[in-house]
């Protein structure tokens, strides 16, 4: 059974530009969890998904937002793109409500 | 105050030693989740437990409800076990799978 995939791995941009990152969970996965992780604030819970729906949000802007697709893939974008938003970028799939995480490799996103 | 608290935040053992790691957590959970992470970033789910105990290979976990405490216990460590190790709860008031995490265990194992 193949495991949690983000794409891509690696990315750089520049300051005021756009971003997306995607995040194929594993096969009959309905619930993708994003997170962000910086040397300073650590593992931050970013947003969750649920068949489609935004069931959870943690406290970042609204310059970073995400959706589901009806195939539970996922993706994150963040806009006008700050040096702060320099970060790795991590996300979960779980088989529903309350069960064990799997993570992807991340995405390691450098702003400059 | 952090909701969840790790120590110790460094630890250096030699290998064969026996390694405790713990976290506190201040909130009502349904559940805590160990975490390792190795250099690269990829992290991997090792426990996700909301009482009693579990072990896997030479990992064992334990919580306390009534305490608001885990351990992480690695029994003769060796040095591939070298790694970032993060204790996360979901907060049982929290609808859905939100996890807040400790700030990790730096734990290198010298051969």
């Known amino acids: 059974k193949a495991g949690v995939t983000q794409t891509p791995r690696y990315l750089i941009k520049t300051r005021g530009q756009q971003v997306t990152l995607s995040c194929s969970p594993i096969s009959g996965h309905r619930s993708v969890s994003w997170y962000q992780q910086t040397p300073g604030q650590g593992l931050q819970f970013l947003f969750e998904?649920?068949?489609?729906?935004?069931?959870n949000k943690g406290n970042f802007p609204g310059r970073f937002s995400g959706r589901q697709f009806s195939n539970s893939r996922s993706e994150m974008n963040v806009s006008t793109l700050e040096l702060g938003d320099s970060a790795l970028y991590l996300c979960?799939?779980?088989?529903?409500?309350?069960?064990?995480?799997?993570f992807g490799q991340g995405t390691r996103l450098t702003v400059v | 105050k952090n909701e969840v608290e790790q120590s110790p935040q460094n630890l250096t053992a030699q290998e064969g030693e026996f390694i405790t790691i713990n976290c506190s957590y201040s909130v009502g959970i349904s559940a805590l989740h160990w975490l390792q992470q190795h250099p690269g970033g990829g992290i991997v789910s090792l426990f996700m437990l909301s009482s009693g105990k579990k072990k896997h290979g030479r990992l064992i976990a334990t919580i306390n409800i009534q305490e608001k405490h885990s351990s992480l216990h690695i029994t003769a460590s060796h040095p591939r076990d070298s790694a970032v190790y993060i204790c996360a709860v979901m907060d049982r008031l929290e609808y859905g799978n939100k996890l807040v995490f400790g700030a990790g265990t730096i734990l290198r194992v010298k051969s």
């Open positions: 979960a799939s779980r088989p529903g409500q309350n069960t064990e995480a799997f």
């Open positions: 998904y649920f068949s489609e729906t935004q069931r």
